[in-house]
């Protein structure tokens, strides 16, 4: 079996699994590495960038954060669906007492992608998400 069949089978029967558990998003690792990731919670996948950093990939669900906030602008009806959005979002990080690397001082700028399908958020730029 060529390698990319067998890439494809793999990605649908991790799917299968997925499905029958909630939804299935890519997700950066610790290591900087993208993997599927499924869980029942999980409400949208999301890309996240942070100014010149590298594009965050993760599944986010009420655990994470309130989702409820979101929900109202991916709106699926028989007649209409609106596949993805993104937001642009200031955050003080600082002033939320977060510390690492969200050191700087006064509001960071994040563009937050958001989608509902499974595996929709397997993009490393906005443009792809967006398929600009």
Do not use: Q
């Not at 942070?50 to 929900?71: F, N, P, Q, W």
């Not at 669906?81 to 939320?96: H, I, P």
């Not at 994040?110 to 490393?124: A, E």
């Amino acid at each position: 079996i060529p390698l990319i069949t067998m890439h494809r089978v793999t990605i649908l029967l991790l799917l299968s699994l997925g499905t029958a558990n909630g939804l299935s998003c890519w997700e950066t690792n610790d290591k900087g590495e993208t993997v599927i990731s499924s869980d029942p919670s999980y409400k949208f996948c999301a890309l996240i960038y942070v100014g010149g950093h590298r594009a965050k990939l993760l599944g986010m669900s009420d655990d994470i954060e309130r989702m409820s906030t979101y929900e109202g602008f991916l709106v699926n009806t028989p007649a209409y669906k609106v596949t993805s959005t993104c937001f642009s979002e200031a955050f003080d990080f600082a002033a939320l007492g977060l510390g690492g690397r969200w050191t700087a001082k006064g509001p960071e700028r994040i563009t937050r992608c958001m989608c509902r399908d499974d595996l929709c958020n397997g993009h490393k730029t906005i443009a792809g998400f967006l398929g600009i």
